[in-house]
């Protein structure tokens, strides 16, 4: 039965998420939130003016996906810990890790992860990720327990990629491709998952398809995020059906 969360519920102690607010505000300070979002802004939009224009920019379609955002720590620590269950050795991705708050936030809230990873598809934010991990890890120990990937994702998750076994995955996906709120393309790469696998995404939901892979909705949780306008609603998904070969 599927049930609907209050972010409230989270068992995490404010403790551990202010902990790792710190942790990120040290990494990745909230003062250089400009310089990463203009990143984001030049791999979506290009070197020119850099104006969303609906249509085609420079001949190409603009990519969704590309949008530069920073999730709201709380309403993500309580998807996450959803998804967890109490699992304690586990693998958790972030896709889309921009320059790696999420995954040092993990990281931060769960050390009995066996592993906290981001995968990235731009090169500079990726860049970002290494260089803060290099430069802060004495000061952030949580760090050391981060590793960073810049690619596609629907390579990393394969089996024998270097993700691939992933037991957590968070996508902040809300400009991603879909049609409605559910999701195409990353539907697609999370069918071919694990059977088991907890699969969180913000305000598009997976979809399934008959007889090639299938999605279980475990749970929604609405909490705030100021990037769309207040709030966001996040869906923490289970592979049942995988077409994993």
């Not at 802060?136 to 993700?163: I, K, M, N, Q, Y």
């Not at 195409?184 to 069918?191: L, P, R």
Request: contains cysteine; glycine residues 10%; aromatic residues 6%.
């Amino acid at each position: 039965m599927l049930l609907t969360t209050s972010i409230s519920q989270c068992l995490v102690a404010p403790s551990a998420v202010s902990a790792a607010q710190a942790a990120v505000e040290r990494a990745f300070p909230s003062t250089d939130f400009g310089e990463r979002l203009l990143i984001g802004r030049r791999a979506q939009l290009g070197d020119g003016d850099m104006i969303y224009r609906p249509g085609l920019i420079g001949g190409d379609a603009v990519d969704s996906s590309l949008t530069y955002g920073e999730y709201d720590l709380d309403h993500f620590c309580a998807l996450v810990d959803r998804a967890l269950d109490g699992k304690a050795d586990a693998t958790f991705v972030d896709v889309g890790s921009g320059v790696g708050r999420l995954v040092l936030a993990a990281a931060e809230i769960w050390p009995q992860l066996t592993r906290c990873a981001g995968i990235e598809r731009v090169s500079e934010l990726h860049r970002v990720a290494v260089e803060a991990t290099e430069r802060h890890r004495d000061a952030v120990p949580a760090l050391a327990r981060c590793s960073f990937f810049c690619g596609d994702a629907a390579e990393a998750l394969t089996p024998g990629g270097p993700l691939g076994d992933a037991d957590v995955l968070f996508a902040y996906s809300s400009t991603w491709p879909a049609q409605g709120d559910l999701l195409t393309d990353f539907s697609a790469v999370c069918g071919r998952l694990r059977v088991g696998t907890r699969v969180v995404t913000t305000d598009r939901r997976l979809c399934s398809v008959e007889g090639a892979w299938q999605f279980e909705l475990l749970d929604t949780i609405t909490g705030p995020n100021r990037e769309t306008g207040g709030e966001s609603i996040g869906f923490v998904h289970e592979v049942t059906q995988s077409a994993r070969h």
